[in-house]
Structure formats: C-alpha cells, structure tokens
C-alpha cells in the first residue's frame, strides 16, 4: 500500500475550524472573545463619521443588491459582502482595535480585523450567537497560528493577508460548506488576496488605504467562500507554496508547526485590547504621557521631552523624521511624537484627538519639537526575548526638575488586561457624540448572553448611531 499523504496546512486549519465546538471552549477564553466582539462594535461605530466611512457606506449602498447583512450603525442591508467591506473598513479605521501579542517580540495583526466578516454571514444566514463566537474564536486561533508560523512583513506582506487567508476557511462553515471546500476557499484566498504593504514605510506618508484595506479583503474572503462551496477548485497546498518561496525572504524561522499546535493550546486570550486609537507600540509612550500629565505638568512648563523605547516606537514609521510631520489622520495615529504631544496637551488620546487636523496647529508643532526619541538596546532585548513593549519618559522642566515615568506593559496587554470599567470608559469615548450613554453597556451586556439568532440580531439593532 502506498503511503498516506500528510494534510496540507489549510486542511489542518480547516478541520481545526470545522471541529471546534462551543462547549469545548475554554470559559476564559470565551469570556475574550465576548469582550473582543463588543470592543470591535465600538471601535466601528466610533469610525462612523470617518470620510473612509462615508465613501465606502456609500459605494455599498449604491451597489445594492441582496438585503443579507446590516452596515452598522445604520439599518440599511446589503449582500453579505458589501456589509463586509463597509464594517471591516470601520472596525479597523481608527485603530483602536485589538492585535494579537506574541510572549515574544514580533509583529502580528489585528484578529478582530475578520469579525465583520463573520457577523454579516451569521445575521445573514440566521445562525446562533453560539455558532458565531464559536467562528470568532475559530478564526483568532487560526489567526494567531499563522502569525507564529509565518513573518509577513519581512516579505513585504502586509499582516493583512493573515485576514485573508483564515477568514474564507471560518467562512466556509459559517455558510454550511464543507472542509474540502474550505480548503479550496483559503487556496483561492491565497492566490488572490494576498496583501502587499505598500502604505506602512517609514520616508513615505501614510494614506487613506490603510484602513480601507482589510474591507476589501473581507469583501474577495466571503467571494472565494461562496465560489468555493459552488465547486470552484484551486490548489490544496497554497500555504506551502507560499512558505517556500516566500520563506527565504523572511529572517525569521518559518515555523508550520504552529499550525499543528491547533487545538493544543489557545491564543485567543493574547490579543491586546488596546486603551487608545493608535498604532500598538505607541500605546506605552501615551500611557506615560497621560501619567505626567494627570501629575500636573504641562507642555508649556517642559524644555525637553525624552522617551527611551524599543526599535518600534522610536524608529521605524512611528518614529521616523515624518512622524514628526504627520500629513494624514492615518499618518498620525502610527506617530509616537504626535499621540504625545496630544496626550500632554489635552490629557486624553480619543479618536477626537485627530478630528480637524490637529497636527498642523502650531501647539501641537511646538510640542512635538520638543521630543526626541531614543532607541534603547535593553528595551529592544526585552522585547524580542520577553515581548515587553514599556517605555521611560523623561520631562526635563523649564524649573530645572527632572520627572520619569517607566511604563512596564501598556494597559490592554495580555499581562495588563483592561478591567470591565477601562473597557467601557474605553467605548464610552468611542462612541462620544454618537450613540446614547448606556450603549456601550448594552453592547457588553448583549456580547455577554449573547447565544441565539435573535441575540444576534438584537447585537446588529443596537449598533446603531442616533446622532451624525
């Protein structure tokens, strides 16, 4: 007899996503995914006067077609698809959503980033509240597999292809088709919606595509889905394919084994919930900011401003010669001068902190002249070994003092979770000037119980904005 062939790495994934079981789920780790589910909500609907927003609410709404899926925030319904591109691209706009964390150092992606995706196939289909957490903790498994498996930025892949090739797999289930056809579904993902980072260098501004990008890749995720489970074939061992051409640009150890791990462990509860809209390593450098700023100093009363922090948050885009200029609301969320200066100036970093561009007053110029940024070697070991992303922020006063601030991990990291008080003061301000104050307890209370259709269905109805 001939000897059995060994599963591809999409068919361990999908039997992986097809298996999983509510009631096999570990209770912590549903308790994040209900937390998550209700953080991405808010994040969305804070995005949903964004001029990304609007541009891409409308281009859905003209399109038509089908009444599948809601665009939240509003009642409007649309093919599943469309509700995909519109609420992935708002879920991801102001980058306030949560990111998967490594116990190293390393870069990830946004796991939320193929939610939308997901809740517009189970109001779609009808499916239970049950079945729709089971596919998000599905998919942030997947999600955290192939980013341990797989460097997608040392091969100029944006962390966005991660998205792109779990979500028609997750997918693939949520619309009743079968593993095979799962697989075939992340194989023409693969071909198809692999997303190159064009947008995150540092000499380069950051445009509008930045958020945008991950609707689109909802939008061809649920296309290959559906064309797969109506028999269209593509090749079973895409990942391989991609790990060995692609592998030898990475610096980083391939490591398929990850995938393997499937089921062995779970790396849901290792997502970030992060406290402020901005890019994951700034979130530290704000933390300290505010910390000075609850302390009573005031940007008018320092000289000189010092943050001492890894290669991420002092070099790279977030701590480029243009982070000190940012041109774009996209720019200055990934600027670690920027969300300081605005921390120190206003004692708060909301997504208001960017309306009306607030990088070209002279205030804000002023501050972030003030700022320099130092790469420490300890901190770059501490976070390749440790995953450690703190910082130490150093006010030299015009009154000759000298005030430090050490921020160990930054509040909504795995090993400084945000209490249920910071995650909803967090949505609170997210949903400042657009939604009732008790939203964002309702949103947390319905994620909480949420187990049948009609749970969904009342989640999708509660996300609407009252005021624009």
Same mark, same amino acid.
């Not at 999409?10 to 912590?28: G, K, N, Q, V």
């Not at 077609?65 to 409007?76: F, K, L």
């Not at 070697?377 to 450690?388: F, M, N, S, V």
């Given at each position: 007899?001939?000897?059995?062939?060994?599963?591809?790495?999409?068919?361990?994934?999908?039997?992986?996503?097809?298996?999983?079981?509510?009631?096999?789920?570990?209770?912590?780790?549903?308790?994040?995914?209900?937390?998550?589910?209700?953080?991405?909500?808010?994040?969305?609907?804070?995005?949903?006067?964004?001029?990304?927003?609007?541009?891409?609410?409308?281009?859905?709404?003209?399109?038509?077609?089908?009444?599948?899926?809601?665009?939240?925030?509003?009642?409007?319904?649309?093919?599943?698809?469309?509700?995909?591109?519109?609420?992935?691209?708002?879920?991801?706009?102001?980058?306030?959503?949560?990111?998967?964390?490594?116990?190293?150092?390393?870069?990830?992606?946004?796991?939320?980033?193929?939610?939308?995706?997901?809740?517009?196939?189970?109001?779609?289909?009808?499916?239970?509240?049950?079945?729709?957490? @089971?596919?998000?903790?599905?998919?942030?498994?997947?999600?955290?597999?192939?980013?341990?498996?797989?460097?997608?930025?040392?091969?100029?892949?944006?962390?966005?292809?991660?998205?792109?090739?779990?979500?028609?797999?997750?997918?693939?289930?949520?619309?009743?088709?079968?593993?095979?056809?799962?697989?075939?579904?992340?194989?023409?993902?693969?071909?198809?919606?692999?997303?190159?980072?064009?947008?995150?260098? %540092?000499?380069?501004?950051?445009?509008?595509?930045?958020?945008?990008?991950?609707?689109?890749?909802?939008?061809?995720?649920?296309?290959?889905?559906? #064309?797969?489970?109506?028999?269209?074939?593509?090749?079973?061992?895409?990942?391989?394919?991609?790990?060995?051409?692609?592998?030898? #640009?990475?610096?980083?150890?391939?490591?398929?084994?990850?995938?393997?791990?499937?089921?062995?462990?779970?790396?849901?509860?290792?997502?970030?919930?992060?406290?402020?809209?901005?890019?994951?390593?700034? &979130?530290?450098?704000?933390?300290?900011?505010?910390?000075? +700023?609850?302390?009573?100093?005031?940007?008018?009363?320092?000289?000189?401003? @010092?943050?001492?922090?890894?290669?991420?948050?002092?070099?790279?885009?977030?701590?480029?010669?243009?982070?000190?200029?940012?041109?774009?609301?996209?720019?200055?969320?990934?600027?670690?001068?920027?969300?300081?200066?605005?921390?120190?100036?206003?004692?708060?970093?909301?997504?208001?902190? +960017?309306?009306?561009?607030?990088?070209?007053?002279?205030?804000?110029?002023?501050?972030?002249?003030?700022?320099?940024?130092?790469?420490?070697?300890?901190?770059?070991?501490?976070?390749?070994?440790?995953?450690?992303?703190?910082?130490?922020?150093?006010?030299? #006063?015009?009154?000759?003092?000298?005030?430090?601030?050490?921020?160990? &991990?930054?509040?909504?990291?795995?090993?400084? %979770?945000?209490?249920?008080?910071?995650?909803? &003061?967090?949505?609170?301000?997210?949903?400042?000037?657009?939604?009732?104050?008790?939203? %964002?307890?309702?949103?947390?209370?319905?994620?909480?119980?949420?187990?049948?259709?009609?749970?969904?269905?009342?989640?999708?109805?509660?996300?609407?904005?009252?005021?624009?």
């Amino acid at each position: 007899m001939g000897r059995k062939p060994l599963r591809t790495l999409a068919e361990i994934m999908a039997d992986y996503a097809f298996s999983l079981r509510y009631d096999s789920i570990p209770a912590e780790v549903m308790t994040a995914a209900r937390r998550h589910l209700a953080d991405a909500m808010a994040c969305a609907l804070g995005a949903h006067n964004t001029a990304a927003a609007h541009a891409v609410r409308r281009y859905a709404i003209e399109k038509g077609g089908c009444a599948e899926a809601t665009i939240i925030g509003t009642d409007r319904k649309v093919p599943a698809g469309l509700a995909a591109l519109v609420n992935g691209t708002m879920v991801r706009y102001l980058d306030a959503n949560d990111i998967y964390v490594f116990s190293r150092g390393g870069p990830s992606g946004h796991c939320s980033d193929g939610t939308p995706a997901l809740l517009a196939l189970a109001e779609k289909h009808g499916s239970r509240g049950e079945e729709l957490l @089971t596919s998000i903790v599905a998919s942030y498994e997947l999600q955290g597999a192939l980013a341990e498996s797989f460097n997608f930025w040392d091969c100029g892949l944006h962390a966005e292809t991660n998205v792109a090739w779990v979500v028609p797999i997750v997918a693939a289930r949520l619309m009743g088709a079968t593993p095979k056809e799962a697989v075939h579904a992340c194989g023409l993902s693969v071909a198809t919606g692999t997303v190159l980072n064009t947008w995150l260098r %540092p000499g380069h501004s950051v445009p509008m595509i930045k958020g945008v990008a991950v609707g689109l890749v909802l939008e061809r995720a649920l296309e290959a889905a559906e #064309l797969a489970k109506l028999g269209v074939t593509a090749t079973e061992d895409a990942l391989e394919t991609v790990f060995s051409s692609l592998g030898r #640009l990475s610096t980083s150890a391939i490591d398929p084994t990850c995938v393997e791990k499937l089921g062995n462990r779970w790396t849901t509860t290792r997502n970030m919930i992060k406290a402020y809209p901005a890019q994951l390593y700034t &979130q530290a450098a704000i933390e300290a900011a505010l910390r000075l +700023y609850r302390d009573g100093i005031r940007p008018d009363g320092i000289r000189k401003l @010092t943050l001492y922090g890894n290669r991420n948050v002092c070099g790279g885009v977030q701590g480029s010669p243009e982070a000190f200029a940012p041109a774009s609301r996209e720019a200055a969320d990934h600027s670690t001068p920027y969300v300081v200066a605005m921390a120190l100036l206003r004692g708060r970093l909301t997504s208001r902190e +960017y309306d009306g561009a607030p990088w070209e007053a002279p205030e804000v110029q002023a501050v972030m002249a003030k700022i320099e940024l130092h790469r420490d070697p300890e901190k770059d070991r501490a976070l390749d070994t440790e995953g450690i992303l703190g910082v130490r922020l150093v006010a030299e #006063l015009a009154d000759g003092r000298v005030e430090e601030v050490i921020v160990h &991990q930054p509040r909504g990291h795995p090993d400084a %979770p945000l209490s249920e008080a910071e995650l909803a &003061q967090k949505m609170t301000l997210l949903l400042e000037d657009l939604a009732p104050p008790d939203a %964002p307890g309702r949103l947390l209370e319905l994620c909480s119980r949420l187990s049948t259709p009609e749970d969904v269905n009342e989640l999708v109805e509660a996300c609407r904005v009252t005021k624009s």
